[in-house]
């Protein structure tokens, strides 16, 4: 795998089977800084702006594949987020119950005394939810990468040379590319 290609170079295409390899690296990548954040500070969570680029880069190609924008990347984006959100509201009882109370006892207080009490509360006990939702952090981030990146493996790549380049090799063929 061309790593530089892959995560720091915006243009150009790639095929679905190289595509799905790298999210692999980048998925884990967020996830060993999520636990990371999670155990030691929750500070270290700022790392996770440094594989944003990449992220940029690999779904950008992918799109360049299918004869589209890069910019359709933001679509992938809120879709993420819009997943993240739902299924952490759905497993965070589930798998972090004490995190789930945490946060009900945190919006009692922004309901009784305001929004500065709930950024004061939230301040003091941040590094702990973020120790208590690990686990739900970790698999939503799991499940959410995976349905996107499942959706942009699926896309159909251009057969002709478009815009950002010729076609892929055909990944039956062999491509690795």
């Known amino acids: ?3 530089r290609f892959l995560f720091l170079e915006p243009q150009g295409r790639l095929s679905p089977r190289p595509f799905a390899r790298a999210l692999v690296v980048l998925t884990a ?3 060993v800084i999520t636990v990371l954040a999670a155990v030691v500070s929750p500070g270290l ?5 440094a594989v944003v ?4 880069c690999l779904f950008g190609k992918r799109l360049h594949d299918a004869g589209l924008s890069a910019w359709l990347w ?3 984006l809120a879709g993420t987020g819009f997943l993240s959100m739902i299924l952490s509201a759905i497993l965070l009882p589930v798998l972090s119950p004490q995190a789930y109370e ?10 009784a005394d305001g929004l500065n009490a709930f950024l004061e509360a939230l301040t003091a006990r941040g590094a702990e939810y973020a120790r208590l939702s690990a686990v739900t952090s970790v698999a ?8 996107t990146g ?21 990944v039956r063929a062999g491509d690795f590319s």
Request: glycine share 4%; net charge neutral.
């Open 150 to 170: 499942f959706a942009a493996y699926r896309m159909r790549s251009d057969p002709k040379t478009n815009r950002h380049g010729p076609p892929t090799l055909d």
């Open 102 to 111: 945490m946060q009900a006892d945190l919006q009692k207080v922004m309901e």
């Open 53 to 56: 680029f990449p992220y940029v």
């Open 29 to 31: 990548i967020f996830m």
């Open 1 to 3: 795998m061309d790593y």
């Open 140 to 147: 939503t981030l799991l499940i959410s990468s995976a349905f």
């Open 74 to 76: 933001l679509v992938f």
């Open 45 to 49: 969570g700022i790392l996770q702006y």
